[in-house]
């Protein structure tokens, strides 16, 4: 009955563009963590992105220049949290929701004026004949460059983490900021550092909600898009690459639900758009619980606030 | 180079004081955003914060200031017990929305039968509501190891969904000629919150929240579970020692704060919004939050924070109306209050000191 009207390559590559934001806010916060930090703030910063990245897209005319707004835009919010979480020493989750609650309504009060514009279309990339290749080229090779880019961006924390003296540091400050902080490492400049690439991240997923899968602007655009990100880090158990499986499995699930809603299924629209919500919760239930404890992996000094006293 | 240095114990004075301060530097800073949305900063506050209670329609506003503050206060309180445990159940506008939905849907069923015992039903019904959506979260928390923060937080946006539902579907008005929205409460005597005293926007919602700060008052400094609140949240592994289940006080904590916001949902919606619609929640779910830390997790504070919240809800409708200042602005300004919270805490708990020499 669901392929009836729908075509499964047109659905798989929307399943790509949906999982888009989510890989990136998730991956960028999936840094933020291993750093040591919790920013509960994912959702203001992808908002922030979102109308950062879409008032620059509309004003300049240039799509990549407004994913370059929505990451500064994003990252100037994490800066906040910087400053307040590594400086100020103040509790990680009560900032979080804080950046959560500003970056609603400060999204909201810049996009007063754009409301029902079209922003400039972000082209797919020319892929020649590849394209032309039944299914897979629907699939695989019809996407914009940030779609690429989020992958990429996947691969590179990874190789990051896995195998370079700066993934170790920053994992070293992740899991015990003590023991960082005696070997000599700057624990604060670093956790900085994650931060604002976290934000920037969250900004360019933001930015590619209201630029490329809506594309428009209207309040609460991102609709918990931050949220479930959080929880695919979770999901991925802090690994890269889970982080890809968790959103793809996500983004299949929300365009699952919208072509059913379009097909006119039996199930009322209403349950059918709180799926995403549920299944979320549901993943997280089964990796939190059981053998595959994903708590155990978690960086320990995860949401501790480090002062130097010596 | 400033440098902080840790008090041995927290400052007395600061934590008094840095509510204040975080208020003052707010108005600061509120004013420069407003100036740089082209209004006059000196008025916009002024509008905000002295006109809704000594301007020329006070007498108006005064009212709508316990309207707004009673379901704040209600959800704050709850919200505060759990903070101070480590327990943050962020989800409160979901409870907020499953109270009202399910008191509403209690008095619905009964409609039209006059009975002075449907509303203390409902209000039974109501905090069922908000406890049974809490206890999602603390179930998995305790039986599954599940982040209750992710949890509550999604759960919100499941309620919405469902609030959606029932305002098209299952609740609709079947005499709203197809119109979304409830039948509304106040053509329905039995079921209705009205105005107590007329003009003081005094309504059993408020009274619940009066009776819940000194509830709380009472909970935290005269009874045990009080006390392990506050000793779970100061020092969880001494706490461990003296027989703190954390579970019990996971279950607790979240089923009183969503108890408490699913009473707020229902006051509220057989009260000042009058009838289940698609949007009759305005948020006050997650402006309880800033209350709570406003109120620096203390009811008693937390009272005053809830009605000073409610003056910048009801300053920001009057800057809208007559500066045109935008609704928006209003809550990235509540947002900044809660920034500007968190950062004077660090007054709190560190001096700052002028470091002579580098810190390495």
Known sequence: ?310 | MLRLEKRPSPSAFWQKASPFLAVILTMIAGGIMFAALGKNPVEAIRTIFWDPLFGEFAFYFRGQLLVKAGPLILIALGLSLGFRAGIWNIGAEGQYIMGAIIGAAVGLALYPTENRMIYPVMVIAGAFGGWAWAMIPAILKTRFNTNEILVSLLLVYVAQTILAKAATGFLRNPEGAGFPGSRNFSSYPAASNPELIAGTGMHWGVVAAFIAVIAAYVLLQRHILGFHIKLAGQAPRAARFAGVAPNRLVVLCMGISGALAGLAGLFEVTGPAGQITIDFNVGYGFTAIIVAFLGRLNPVGILFAGLLMALTYIGGEMASTNLGLPSAAIQAFQGMLLFFLLASDVLTNFRVRLSTKAVA
């Open chain 1, 1 to 310: 009955m669901m392929f009836g009207s729908i075509d499964p390559a047109l659905l798989l590559a929307s399943v790509i563009v949906a999982s888009v934001p989510i890989i990136l806010a998730a991956i960028g916060e999936l840094v933020v963590e291993k750093a040591g930090v919790l920013n509960l703030g994912v959702e203001g910063m992808m908002i922030m992105g979102a109308i950062c990245g879409f008032v620059a897209a509309v004003e300049t005319g240039s799509p990549v220049l407004g994913f370059v707004g929505g990451a500064l835009g994003a990252a100037a919010l994490a800066l906040v949290f910087a400053l307040l979480t590594q400086y100020l020493l103040t509790n990680q989750v009560a900032t979080g929701l804080a950046l959560t609650l500003f970056g609603l309504g400060l999204s909201s009060l810049i996009g007063q004026g754009y409301v029902g514009i079209k922003p400039p279309v972000t082209e797919d990339v020319p892929f020649g004949p590849l394209a032309d290749i039944p299914f897979f080229g629907r699939v695989l090779f019809s996407h914009d460059w940030v779609a690429y880019l989020s992958v990429a961006v996947v691969a590179a924390v990874w190789w990051v983490l896995r195998s370079t003296r700066a993934g170790l540091v920053l994992r070293a400050v992740g899991e015990s900021h003590d023991a960082a902080h005696a070997l000599g490492y700057k624990v604060t400049r670093i956790r900085v550092l994650a931060i604002l690439f976290g934000g920037a991240m969250a900004g360019l997923g933001g930015a590619y909600i209201s630029l490329v899968r809506v594309p428009q602007w209207t309040d609460g655009i991102t609709a918990g898009a931050g949220w479930i990100a959080l929880a695919i880090v979770v999901f991925a158990s802090w690994k890269p690459w889970r982080v890809l499986l968790g959103a793809y499995l996500f983004g299949g699930i929300t365009v699952l639900q919208l072509n059913l809603q379009a097909a006119g299924s039996a199930i009322p629209v209403e349950y059918l758009s709180m799926a995403p919500y549920l299944i979320t919760i549901l993943v997280l239930v089964i990796m939190s619980s059981g053998r595959g404890k994903a708590s155990l992996n978690a960086p320990a000094s995860l949401g501790q606030n480090f002062h130097a006293s010596r």
